[in-house]
């Protein structure tokens, strides 16, 4: 009887769509920030010694992270046909072993141990000592996995290597290709370009002060492209510490990263390029803006570790990164934003930062906490209360605004600024009953720029405004 040689599968980009180094990385990062940093830092040279010393503190779930669909096929195939299906990677062995016990794979597996790194040459010799020359197949992703194929009976390579698949051709090698594109398409679905809608909040300070001038428009166009590359890079940082997280949500497991669909290593390449797009197109509008990109970028940065785990602190948390991009629109256009402007805007988005958690909480389907929240279901009456007086205050404060000397000039008739009131307190209503039951998607400013009936009322609140203020007589002579 012919003896069937086992098919031996390499696990990071391979069997797996992720990196599990990245990946306890990240995870040590959104729970130990300084303790990960300190230990990449200090074992850097040692990678071996580096992944086993980040899971001691960073674990992560083996079974929720996402496979290769054709290798799990063929894994599945190939031990349906009574084939011993093996793992072997120079991630830590501990994670391996798990790995292969979660999906019913050899409890034989290859991996690093703290002190070696099973790499290349050393899994070639590993593996060719266990099995013998050309006694296995193998499964492999990088480029230093030709050291393997070069001692594989058959090599299965997964991704583009055309020279290495050439190479091994030529040595009398079968090989096997399995394509692994990087969609442009899943790229933008990581930044989240839908979510650059929010920076036209970087126009009020303009369209207050009846600021109408191109030039002015092109400070603020080129601070709201800022802002956006600055959200975006910050938008991968948050998904890459969430990964988790994202993958037990009912509808963010769809996301690039927890999907794998973009590799962990690119995302880190992307938020990095995103981040100093951000910085330079700041500069470029001066020290003043400047200086609000950079707070914005580490008040993000301090919400996605850490802030927006704290109750409470984290709805003040989005108010303040909401209200740092009007102050960053006052600073791109040069237009002194009001006081009362500011003061009016931070409990609107208390507002809608209580309608995003209570959106996430109508949402979920259990009692427990949302995930990396400090909510739970219990916390929806309190949510609603906060709401409730975020909406009160900022009505109030837009009515004593209409007294100020500054209202005064900019909208003679002050009696419209009264009626605009009501068009404001509908919107606001509008939006937490949304959000309560349930019937908005996770992101309020994303769904209030898509929401007819609200625009309908923010147009109306603008219209009133603007007669207010007599632009309609000077533009329109009515």
Not at 15 to 43: N, Q, S, V
Request: aromatic share 10%; net charge positive; glycine share 8%.
């Amino acid at each position: 009887m012919v003896e069937v040689k086992p098919l031996v599968l390499d696990v990071d980009g391979t069997f797996l769509r992720t990196d599990m180094l990245y990946e306890c990385f990240w995870a040590g990062l959104g729970k130990h920030p300084i303790k990960t940093l300190k230990t990449a830092m200090r074992y850097f040279t040692r990678p071996a010694k580096l992944k086993s010393a980040l899971l001691e503190f960073a674990d992560i779930r083996t079974d929720l992270l996402p496979v290769n669909p054709e290798m799990k096929a063929l894994a599945d195939k190939s031990i349906a046909a009574g084939r011993d299906v093996v793992l072997a990677s120079a991630s830590d062995q501990q994670l391996v072993a798990r790995l292969a016990s979660d999906h019913g794979l050899s409890t034989r597996v290859f991996a690093s141990d703290g002190e070696t790194n099973l790499k290349g040459k050393a899994k070639a010799k590993a593996l060719v000592d266990a099995y013998g020359e050309a006694g296995f197949d193998y499964a492999g992703d990088n480029k230093a996995d030709r050291a393997i194929w070069e001692h594989a009976e058959n090599a299965l390579v997964v991704g583009h290597h055309d020279a290495i698949i050439a190479k091994l051709s030529a040595m009398g090698k079968t090989v096997t290709e399995y394509p692994n594109r990087l969609h442009i398409t899943d790229l933008f679905r990581a930044i989240r370009p839908h979510q650059w809608v929010k920076n036209i909040l970087l126009l009020l300070p303009m369209i207050a002060a009846h600021s109408f001038r191109l030039d002015t428009l092109f400070m603020v166009l080129l601070g709201m492209a800022s802002f956006s590359a600055a959200a975006s890079s910050i938008y991968v940082v948050n998904d890459l510490l969430d990964l988790e997280a994202d993958r037990l949500h009912p509808t963010k497991c769809r996301r690039p990263f927890a999907q794998g669909t973009v590799p962990i290593s690119v995302g880190m390449g992307m938020l990095v390029v995103l981040g100093v797009l951000a910085i330079g197109l700041g500069a470029l509008l001066g020290p003043a803006f400047l200086t609000v990109v950079v707070v914005y970028i580490i008040l993000s940065l301090a919400y996605s570790l850490r802030l927006k785990r704290m109750r409470w602190v984290d709805i003040a948390a989005l108010a303040g990164l909401y209200t740092l991009r009007v102050v960053a629109g006052a600073a791109a256009s040069k237009v002194d934003a009001s006081s009362f402007m500011l003061i009016f805007i931070f409990p609107v988005f208390i507002t809608l930062g209580c309608v995003k958690r209570l959106t996430e909480l109508s949402l979920t389907t259990t009692d427990d906490k949302l995930p990396g929240r400090g909510y739970g279901r219990q916390d929806r009456g309190d949510l609603l209360n906060i709401a409730g007086l975020g909406m009160f205050f900022a009505l109030l404060i837009f009515f004593l605004y209409s007294f100020s000397e500054q209202a005064r000039t900019l909208y003679p008739s002050q009696w419209v600024l009264w009626i605009a009131l009501v068009p404001i307190a509908a919107w606001l209503f509008r939006m937490v009953r949304l959000g309560y039951f349930g019937k908005q998607d996770y992101d309020p400013i994303v769904f209030a720029m898509k929401d007819k009936r609200g625009v309908g009322l923010l147009l109306l609140t603008l219209s009133l405004m603007f007669y207010a203020a007599g632009l309609f007589h000077q533009w329109f002579g009515i």
